[in-house]
């Protein structure tokens, strides 16, 4: 090909939806389907088209499974736990070699790592919310509108109209509890205990505010100059500029208004309240985890710590690992958590009645590495990237008996997965909205047939909005910015350069158009199926106990947007 012709093809990329000719005939199996067939992204028709006849059989193998182990437990469906660490790149637990070159330990994860299935290809989203929305929604958030982190008051959130994997285990029978981490919105409709939870225990916000924008990082330098008495500035005539009024920890039952605890009218946020917090959730998730068991019904239990996201040493504590970086430490804590969660679901005796999920939401939060004290491991970059480093995390499943133990599976996996995978193994799956696009396939089979079972080779990377990168098999494109020529998208082979450091020409030659027509596709959908809105309201509602300081805030914002 000319260099001329390559040029051409590329450029085409960027030509979005110009080809309907192309795209109307590759569109055509998604019109075929079957109402009452969930929908899911134009690519996996392609991959269905050439597999009906294996999954079929792979399906049944599923169903059988499942059927039996649903006898022999009363007709129950197993326990879920699903534990999400945030901001840990691939390579950071559940591998003592890389323990060793790190200077940290793991022991608990990597036992749990031992006794379950790994996944070597697990993707997420770049950042915190969307890779929560995804899990959630199972489906990318760019169609729910919430592909971008939310890091201070927003009066936005995930919508209502959004039916999430709480909410269908719901329906199948589940009790429902949320500890830890929300980070989907400060609007009533958008917490946990409106999106299928019977109960939750979180933050409204995430650590930006609640570990970072402490008096001490503030004196620290950590977080600069937030406070509203930090530095005296004799020319700020804006009294309102910077924050204040947060609210922090909220608990909340089904159907009811949550309430603000742990937290006074005119108390600071301390570093001491962030460790407090993070305590009281690993205590809750036990003791949630010994109510649950008790119950006649199965039970979904979602623990998202905020550590290992830690910014400051907890004073007087002794440093215990050689890396010594804050994340490090609290990773450190964070594992023996796990270790007391895995220990309990065992002395309770219903390990092979519980399957336990654990993985990371992102990779690292590169921009405090040098607090911290993590890296990216063997990939480049990091949260909001979209390079591996952003997107690539480890993620363990244990089910003794169902899901096979110390084996890693090679299967590309992505977080909205674990929403349709869950599902089907909740005997949940006929609650999986059949009206809009879902993302998540399901990959029940790789989880209890193993390796080699898994039915993705494709995933889509969003930045906010705009979709920024495609993997394909081993095959990673990058796509050009706005009006850069189409010579400048990138292409890489990940196995022989999994740092994404040198973009292959001889990739580029013979992908170009398979990649374009496999972006018109993506893109043609989205235009059958348009992407939602995400939900809307004033900060801070559905709340029973606002702070006096909290209201005038919320005051103050509504003003702005008016
Ligand atoms: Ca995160």
């Not at 982190?149 to 039916?163: D, H, M, P, R, Y």
């Not at 285990?169 to 949320?178: E, I, P």
């Not at 990216?376 to 089910?399: H, L, M, P, Q």
Request: net charge neutral; proline share 5%; charged share 25%.
């Amino acid at each position: 090909m000319t260099h001329g012709k390559f040029k051409k093809r590329i450029h085409m990329l960027k030509t979005k939806l110009s080809h309907l000719a192309i795209a109307s005939c590759i569109l055509a199996p998604i019109t075929m389907l079957n109402a009452g067939d969930i929908i899911h992204d134009a690519e996996y028709s392609i991959l269905e088209s050439q597999h009906a006849e294996k999954w079929a059989k792979d399906d049944k193998v599923v169903d059988t499974k499942l059927a039996d182990y649903r006898k022999k437990n009363g007709g129950k469906s197993p326990n879920i736990i699903y534990i999400l660490v945030d901001d840990l790149s691939f390579g950071e637990m559940g591998i003592p070699e890389l323990n060793y070159i790190r200077g940290s330990k793991t022991p608990n994860i990597n036992k749990l790592a031992d006794e379950s299935l790994s996944f070597m290809r697990m993707y997420t989203e770049p950042s915190c919310t969307p890779s929560r929305v995804a899990m959630m929604t199972g489906r990318h958030p760019v169609r729910n509108g919430l592909g971008e982190v939310k890091a201070t008051v927003a009066g936005a959130g995930l919508a209502k109209s959004e039916v999430t994997i709480a909410e269908i285990l719901s329906k199948a029978g589940y009790n429902t509890v949320h500890i830890g981490k929300w980070h989907m919105g400060d609007i009533a409709e958008s917490y946990p205990h409106n999106q299928g939870f019977d109960y939750a225990s979180f933050p409204i916000h995430q650590q930006v505010l609640l570990a970072l924008m402490t008096t001490e990082c503030d004196k620290t330098g950590e977080l600069k100059g937030w406070h509203v008495n930090s530095g005296k500035d004799p020319f700020a005539l804006d009294s309102k500029f910077k924050p204040g009024g947060l609210v922090y920890g909220l608990e909340g039952y089904k159907g009811q208004e949550a309430k603000e605890v742990d937290f006074k009218a005119g108390e600071e946020w301390t570093q001491k309240h962030y460790d407090d917090m993070n305590d009281k959730y690993q205590r809750q998730a036990m003791e949630q985890l010994q109510k649950l068991a008790k119950k006649d019904e199965p039970f979904f239990l979602q623990y998202w710590p905020l550590i290992p996201l830690d910014f400051t040493h907890t004073p007087g504590a002794e440093i215990q690992m050689s890396n010594g970086g804050s994340g490090v430490e609290s990773l450190y804590k964070l594992d023996k958590w796990v270790g007391e969660i895995i220990d309990e679901v065992d002395r309770l005796g219903i390990a092979e009645e519980t399957m336990i999920v654990l993985m990371a939401d992102n990779g690292r939060f590169r921009q405090y590495d040098s607090i911290l004290g993590f890296s990216g491991t063997i990939y480049r970059g990091g949260k909001v990237d979209t390079s591996e480093g952003a997107v690539r995390v480890n993620a363990f499943a244990r089910w003794p008996g169902m899901i096979e133990k110390d084996k890693l599976a090679g299967d590309m996996i992505h977080i909205t997965d674990i929403y349709t995978t869950f599902a089907r193994i909740a005997n949940a799956t006929e609650y999986i909205p059949r009206d809009r696009v879902i993302d998540g396939l399901d990959q029940s089979a790789l989880f209890l047939n193993g390796e080699g079972n898994g039915r993705r080779d494709y995933v889509f990377i969003y930045s906010g909005d705009t979709l920024k990168s495609i993997v394909k098999q081993k095959y990673k494109l990058e796509l050009p910015p706005p009006g850069a020529p189409g010579v400048a998208a990138k292409m890489y082979d990940l196995q022989r350069d999994p740092r994404e450091e040198a973009p292959s020409i001889e990739i580029a030659l013979w992908a170009g158009s398979v990649f374009q027509d496999l972006t018109q596709r993506h893109l043609m959908q989205m235009q059958k199926y348009p992407n939602a809105k995400v939900g809307k309201d004033t900060p801070y509602t559905g709340i029973s106990n606002l702070r006096p300081e909290s209201k005038k805030m919320v005051e103050d914002f509504m003003s702005w947007s008016k």
